[in-house]
């Protein structure tokens, strides 16, 4: 991971400010650029086979998404960005995906960047970069790759299902984040579920050998989905103080409500940072449980054999005269006297609850 970290950012290195190289690995067959048009009275969905098709939508009256998966076409990329008269910075950012969450005020527009988080086929987290652009009447979106979180806002501005239709392009910049944030608490879940089946194996003794580096996995998945929601709280107290025309005032309350689930969302994670901590310490007392018992039972062995070591000892020195070798019953007294003594010392450890 490390290593690929370096490659990353090895791809940067002595380029100029604005240069657009995508730093990710995902890549597309193909650029996929789908388009809403939409106002209250009708809903145009397309899908486009070429950048320059999505330059006429600028001009609409109406409010348009344009969606772009496939971050590897850096100059069809380049080109949406130049007829929308978008910064180099900007562009830079959108193709490098190792961006912090953030938002970045200009006279036209706004630029959001966030973590889209999902659960791939191995139950680890998958976190993508998502940049928006929100402009007057338009809302551009960035994507490394296709599959997302936004069926469900596809479907209500195709229904014309709640307000969607009906806002402008500062809503729809809204349910899309919203979608994303609401998407993490099914990975808020998914963690949830990994810690308490952690606890059930440690408590039952049933813990694999690989627990030790599951917990630790599980520990760093934890710090990444913090890394990608903490700095969203800030993206959206700036967009509720942002005094614009981009943001009207009857949206900022709905913002509002995306600041609270990141509140709760970010108090899962505090928690669930605190459980991991504890399943840490739980699985080392377990062990360390389990090597008292151990010693325990030697010791116990051990006191045990002592004496019955001791007698052995003392009547198997090579001395000429020991009285009771020439005794005819001594071999039966000698075995009777160290079964009394083992069955009696048994006795006294469990009446000292020691077994």
Same mark, same amino acid.
């Given at each position: 991971?490390?290593?690929?970290?370096?490659?990353?950012? =090895?791809?940067?290195?002595?380029?100029?400010?604005? *240069?657009?190289?995508?730093?990710?690995?995902?890549?597309?067959?193909?650029?996929?650029?789908?388009?809403?048009?939409?106002?209250?009275?009708?809903?145009?969905?397309?899908?486009?086979?070429?950048?320059? &098709?999505?330059?006429?939508?600028?001009?609409?009256?109406?409010?348009?998404?344009?969606?772009?998966?496939?971050?590897? =076409?850096?100059?069809?990329?380049?080109?949406?960005?130049?007829?929308?008269?978008?910064?180099?910075?900007?562009?830079?950012?959108?193709?490098?995906?190792?961006?912090?969450?953030?938002? &970045?005020?200009?006279?036209?527009?706004?630029?959001?960047?966030?973590?889209?988080?999902?659960?791939?086929?191995?139950?680890?987290?998958?976190?993508?970069?998502? *940049?928006?652009?929100?402009?007057?009447?338009?809302?551009?979106?960035?994507?490394?790759?296709?599959?997302?979180?936004? &069926?469900?806002?596809?479907?209500?501005?195709?229904?014309?299902?709640?307000?969607?239709?009906?806002?402008?392009?500062?809503?729809?910049?809204?349910?899309?984040?919203?979608?994303?944030?609401?998407?993490?608490?099914?990975?808020?879940?998914?963690?949830?579920?990994?810690?308490?089946?952690?606890?059930?194996?440690?408590? *039952?003794?049933?813990?694999?050998?690989?627990?030790?580096?599951?917990?630790?996995?599980?520990?760093?998945?934890?710090?990444?989905?913090?890394?990608?929601?903490?700095?969203?709280?800030?993206?959206?107290?700036?967009?509720?103080? =942002?005094?614009?025309?981009?943001?009207?005032?009857?949206?900022?309350?709905?913002?509002?409500?995306?600041?609270?689930?990141?509140?709760?969302?970010?108090?899962?994670?505090?928690?669930?940072?605190?459980?991991?901590?504890?399943?840490?310490?739980?699985?080392?007392?377990?062990?360390?449980?389990?090597?008292?018992?151990?010693?325990?039972?030697?010791?116990?062995?051990?006191?045990?054999?002592?004496?019955?070591?001791?007698?052995?000892?003392?009547?198997?020195?090579?001395?000429?005269?020991?009285?009771?070798?020439?005794?005819?019953?001594?071999?039966?007294?000698?075995?009777?006297?160290?079964?009394?003594?083992?069955?009696?010392?048994?006795?006294?450890?469990?009446?000292?609850?020691?077994?």
């Amino acid at each position: 991971m490390a290593k690929n970290r370096v490659k990353k950012q =090895h791809k940067k290195l002595g380029k100029s400010p604005g *240069s657009m190289i995508y730093t990710g690995e995902k890549s597309t067959k193909k650029l996929f650029i789908e388009v809403f048009d939409y106002n209250a009275e009708k809903c145009i969905e397309k899908e486009l086979t070429s950048i320059q &098709d999505a330059f006429d939508f600028k001009l609409s009256n109406s409010v348009t998404w344009i969606n772009i998966n496939g971050l590897n =076409h850096v100059e069809d990329i380049e080109k949406l960005g130049n007829h929308y008269n978008l910064h180099p910075l900007v562009l830079e950012d959108i193709v490098s995906i190792s961006q912090r969450p953030k938002i &970045d005020e200009y006279d036209d527009y706004l630029f959001v960047v966030l973590k889209m988080l999902s659960v791939d086929e191995t139950d680890s987290i998958v976190s993508e970069q998502v *940049s928006f652009v929100l402009g007057k009447g338009y809302v551009l979106s960035f994507q490394e790759s296709e599959g997302d979180v936004f &069926d469900a806002v596809r479907e209500r501005i195709r229904q014309g299902k709640g307000r969607a239709r009906t806002m402008q392009a500062d809503y729809l910049l809204y349910i899309l984040m919203d979608a994303i944030v609401d998407h993490y608490f099914t990975i808020i879940e998914a963690l949830g579920e990994k810690i308490e089946d952690y606890e059930d194996s440690i408590f *039952s003794g049933l813990a694999s050998k690989t627990i030790n580096k599951d917990i630790q996995d599980l520990k760093r998945e934890i710090l990444r989905v913090r890394r990608a929601i903490f700095p969203l709280r800030e993206v959206i107290s700036r967009i509720e103080k =942002h005094e614009s025309t981009l943001i009207l005032k009857k949206t900022k309350t709905f913002y509002r409500d995306i600041y609270d689930h990141l509140i709760q969302v970010s108090e899962n994670i505090d928690i669930y940072r605190e459980m991991i901590w504890s399943l840490m310490d739980m699985y080392m007392t377990t062990i360390s449980n389990k090597m008292n018992e151990v010693m325990k039972v030697l010791t116990i062995m051990a006191s045990i054999f002592i004496p019955l070591t001791f007698i052995a000892g003392i009547y198997g020195m090579n001395f000429d005269y020991i009285p009771e070798l020439h005794y005819k019953y001594s071999y039966f007294i000698l075995w009777g006297v160290m079964i009394a003594m083992f069955v009696g010392m048994l006795y006294y450890f469990k009446k000292k609850k020691w077994l």
